[in-house]
């Protein structure tokens, strides 16, 4: 879960597998956002490390960039 500061915030955030395939988009807003670690079609993700990029976009117009990697373990 990425806390934001703003509960206004919008959040858009890409994740990738580590062989660089999009696995899946993920388009939010409000005070925290979380990956339920399945794919674009509804699947759970296999075991392996992915990499979420995740944009916010806070109300005043602040921007920030964040670069998280994940670990799913069976």
């Known amino acids: 879960e ?3 500061v703003d509960s206004l915030s919008k959040v858009s955030a890409v994740v990738y597998d580590v062989a660089g395939e999009r696995v899946r988009n993920i388009e939010g807003s409000g005070s925290s956002w979380a990956w339920d670690l399945k794919n674009g079609r509804g ?3 296999r075991a ?3 990499v979420v990029l995740v944009r916010i976009l806070g109300s ?3 921007r ?3 670069l998280i ?3 799913v373990l069976e």
């Open 2 to 4: 990425v806390p934001l």
């Open 43 to 45: 699947e759970p993700v």
């Open 48 to 50: 392996g490390m992915y």
């Open 60 to 62: 005043d117009g602040a």
């Open 64 to 66: 920030q960039v964040v």
């Open 69 to 71: 990697r994940v670990v």
